[in-house]
């Protein structure tokens, strides 16, 4: 099985891809977790990714594509994978399907975590995380039995560095932004899957079974997505921007005032004329204006001399 968890943060991602990856054993691969264990570890990568990790923007599109390339090519995700918060905006989509394509294991689906905005702030405020086992708790809704200490292993719990509430505020809008438009996309695809959110943890482990047990039995083939681009899309954004790329809208911006503007002399005489429509927010030019005289006093003197 080879799924994507789309969802806004804190919609329960991790939580419920560790329990399906638990029970289809498979690779649960998050891009999250796998940037923080670099940043941990004091990698290049890791160092290049933090400040806008800290900021709650998305990493360059160059680095996280780097980590998913070597990640899918890992012996394990050969059967399958959970794919948590990756891709996250359409370039990544695309490359997504470029790699899966290479490597003849399309998608299965695209599963959206679906939960309302006002519970996120609480579910991530609230989070803590185990620093040795991974297991996630909830101070609100699903707290450890001694306080900061896993249940499960004994080890301390962290409270991850961008689960402020400011941090938090630009990941909900980057989410917004920037992955909400891969919903329309999968959607159109016939490739997503929206499974309730919200509700106990168990509840919504049942809903997601209902979505995928019939891909796990092999009762649903993936569909192909319609145009998979022939090279894996590698993002050429400018500088460390983590902004993806627009690949459509940002040429028909350009266009509009263009094709509106009214066909123009050659720039050069157009100049030299006194605007025609706009004089109060564009006056002539005084230099150009002062050519004028200048010219027949010119010729006079000129005359002169002869
Ligand atoms: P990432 O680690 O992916 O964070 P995220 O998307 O913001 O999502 P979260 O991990 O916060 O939420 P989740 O949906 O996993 O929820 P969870 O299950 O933990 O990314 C972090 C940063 O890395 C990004 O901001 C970006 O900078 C960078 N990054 C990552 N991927 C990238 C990419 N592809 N491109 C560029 N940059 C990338 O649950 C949250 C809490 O809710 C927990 O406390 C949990 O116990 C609780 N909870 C879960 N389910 C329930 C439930 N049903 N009821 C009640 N509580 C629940
Ligand atoms: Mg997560």
Same mark, same amino acid.
């Given at each position: 099985?080879?799924?994507?968890?789309?969802?806004?943060?804190?919609?329960?991602?991790?939580?419920?891809?560790?329990?399906?990856?638990?029970?289809?054993?498979?690779?649960?691969?998050?891009?999250?977790?796998?940037?923080?264990?670099?940043?941990?570890?004091?990698? =290049?990568?890791?160092?290049?990714?933090?400040?806008?990790?800290?900021?709650?923007?998305?990493?360059?599109?160059?680095?996280?594509?780097?980590?998913?390339?070597?990640?899918?090519?890992?012996?394990?995700?050969?059967?399958?994978?959970?794919?948590?918060?990756? =891709?996250? +905006?359409?370039?990544?989509?695309?490359? @997504?399907?470029?790699?899966?394509?290479?490597?003849?294991?399309? @998608?299965?689906? &695209?599963?959206?975590?679906?939960?309302?905005?006002?519970?996120?702030?609480?579910? @991530?405020?609230?989070?803590?995380?185990?620093?040795?086992?991974?297991?996630?708790?909830?101070?609100?809704? +699903?707290?450890?039995?001694?306080?900061?200490?896993?249940?499960?292993?004994?080890? &301390?719990?962290?409270? $991850?560095?961008?689960?402020?509430?400011?941090?938090?505020? +630009? $990941?909900?809008?980057?989410?917004?932004?920037?992955?909400?438009?891969?919903?329309?996309?999968?959607? +159109?695809?016939?490739?997503?899957?929206?499974?309730?959110?919200?509700?106990?943890?168990?509840?919504?482990?049942?809903?997601?079974?209902?979505?995928?047990? =019939?891909?796990?039995?092999?009762?649903?083939?993936?569909?192909?997505?319609?145009? #998979?681009?022939? /090279?894996?899309?590698?993002?050429?954004?400018?500088?460390?921007?983590?902004?993806?790329?627009?690949? /459509?809208?940002?040429?028909?911006?350009?266009?509009?005032?263009?094709?509106?503007?009214?066909?123009?002399?050659?720039?050069?005489?157009?100049?030299?004329?006194?605007? #025609?429509?706009? =004089?109060?927010?564009?006056?002539?030019? #005084?230099?150009?204006?002062?050519?004028?005289?200048?010219? #027949?006093?010119?010729?006079?003197?000129?005359?002169?001399?002869?």
């Amino acid at each position: 099985m080879r799924i994507v968890l789309l969802g806004a943060p804190g919609s329960g991602k991790g939580t419920q891809a560790k329990k399906l990856a638990a029970k289809y054993r498979i690779p649960h691969i998050s891009t999250g977790d796998l940037l923080r264990a670099a940043l941990a570890a004091g990698t =290049p990568l890791g160092v290049q990714a933090k400040a806008a990790m800290d900021a709650g923007q998305l990493v360059s599109d160059d680095i996280v594509l780097g980590i998913i390339r070597e990640r899918l090519r890992a012996n394990d995700a050969k059967k399958g994978f959970i794919l948590d918060g990756f =891709p996250r +905006n359409i370039a990544q989509s695309q490359s @997504l399907d470029g790699m899966l394509n290479n490597l003849n294991q399309p @998608l299965d689906c &695209a599963v959206l975590m679906d939960v309302d905005f006002d519970v996120l702030m609480q579910r @991530l405020t609230g989070r803590r995380t185990c620093e040795n086992c991974g297991a996630t708790y909830n101070i609100y809704t +699903n707290p450890p039995r001694l306080d900061d200490q896993c249940d499960r292993c004994g080890a &301390a719990l962290r409270h $991850r560095a961008d689960d402020n509430e400011v941090t938090i505020g +630009n $990941r909900l809008r980057v989410y917004d932004s920037q992955t909400k438009p891969l919903i329309d996309l999968y959607r +159109n695809q016939g490739r997503l899957e929206i499974v309730n959110g919200v509700g106990d943890e168990d509840a919504v482990f049942k809903r997601m079974l209902t979505v995928l047990e =019939p891909i796990a039995k092999g009762m649903r083939k993936p569909k192909l997505p319609p145009l #998979p681009p022939a /090279k894996p899309a590698k993002a050429k954004l400018p500088g460390k921007s983590a902004v993806p790329m627009k690949s /459509k809208p940002l040429p028909v911006k350009p266009l509009k005032p263009a094709a509106k503007a009214p066909p123009k002399p050659p720039a050069k005489k157009a100049a030299g004329k006194p605007a #025609p429509k706009k =004089p109060a927010s564009k006056p002539a030019h #005084p230099k150009k204006k002062s050519r004028k005289p200048a010219k #027949p006093a010119a010729r006079r003197k000129a005359a002169k001399r002869k």
